[in-house]
């Protein structure tokens, strides 16, 4: 497999694959891409039974990368994630064996269903790519990307994320049921495939260095930088907004923009790009100000604050 094809060249072939087995979900998979790109983490947030798991899967398997799901439950332990020490009776010794979050890509199902104890074994792998077991520090393996899953609308027996681990996610794409024209396509290929996940590999592991390379060589004006710091203020100085976008989703956004530009085929960050990523990098980041208790309320309240913003905020020319 030739490494030198482009960015553009192999996320299309990416998104194909994927789009030979997964119907619609096109933001997901957007996101998904524009995490792979930049070594990102995302959030899939949406009703059960809509192939979130499923895409995950056929999103590693495009790429022949190592892939892990955690369950997460109320009696998972951070132990369970990162892994620990045991006792070897062969050697006398004890031994760090490796918990399932050492994998490239690494599936958080139902991430909001254990405790935030638990949550918490995963701020440092997401941050710093790396596990700290009894003070020894051990690395993920690149590239190290998580998808985590949650259901918004049942609160009984789930914690919700803290704003902390919440900032770590690059991108958060809201998902909802599909349209019935969708539903039936979706019936029409499970007749053919079942629940098995057959997918064609389009890149090779030596290419996953080279697009991330790529996509750090994309050329951002300071002009774009100076729009980007100003969305984000503009998100804490709104009156319906208690907590705004933090330095690290400013980062976040100037990263996923360099990767729409990458997939784009474009050298350099336009406005356009920022804008068409702005609401995955922003929409979970804000926190409001006497909101509605109701998480579909509040997703909405949220768009059409980031279209206050988006449209306040003049773009460079």
């Known amino acids: 497999m030739q490494v030198q094809r482009s ?17 619609g979900m096109d933001d997901a998979i957007r996101s998904l891409l524009l995490a792979f790109l930049t070594e990102g983490h995302v959030l899939l947030e949406g009703p059960p039974g809509i192939a979130k798991t499923y895409l995950a899967k056929a999103f590693t398997y495009s790429l022949g990368l190592e892939f892990r799901r955690i369950q997460f439950t109320a009696d998972l332990m951070p132990s369970d994630i990162t892994g620990g020490t045991i006792y070897n009776r062969v050697t006398g010794n004890l031994e760090f064996r490796k918990g399932p979050i050492f994998a490239n890509i690494v599936l958080a199902d139902e991430i909001n269903r254990s405790s935030p104890r638990s949550q918490s074994a995963l701020l440092e792998a997401m941050q710093e790519r790396q596990v700290t077991v009894e003070g020894v520090s051990y690395p993920l393996p690149r ?26 996610f690059l991108v958060r794409t809201l998902l909802g049921y599909p349209d019935s024209g969708t539903e039936m396509k979706i019936l029409a290929k499970k007749t053919l ?53 933090s330095p690290r989703g400013e980062v976040s956004l100037l990263y996923a923009s360099r990767a729409q530009a990458a997939i784009e085929g474009i050298p ?21 100000r006497g909101g509605s208790l109701n998480p579909l309320e509040a997703r909405e309240e949220v768009k059409d604050i980031l279209v206050e913003v988006a449209e306040g905020v003049a773009a460079p020319r």
Do not use: C, W
């Open 7 to 23: 960015v553009r060249e192999i996320t299309k072939r990416m998104t194909d694959a994927i789009h030979e087995i997964v119907v």
């Open 268 to 288: 350099y960050v336009t406005p356009d790009h920022v804008k068409s990523v702005m609401n995955l990098v922003f929409n979970h980041r804000l926190i409001l």
């Open 143 to 168: 590239p190290f990307m998580l998808i985590a899953t949650q259901n918004p609308i049942e609160l009984e027996g789930t914690y919700p994320l803290p704003e902390a681990e919440l900032d770590r």
């Open 193 to 245: 495939r079942g629940e098995d996940v057959e997918i064609d590999q389009v890149a090779s592991v030596e290419d996953v260095p080279y697009v991330m390379g790529s996509t750090r060589q994309v050329h951002v004006d300071e002009s774009i930088l100076r729009y980007i710091v100003e969305l984000a203020e503009a998100t804490r100085k709104h009156e319906r907004v208690a907590l705004g976008v």
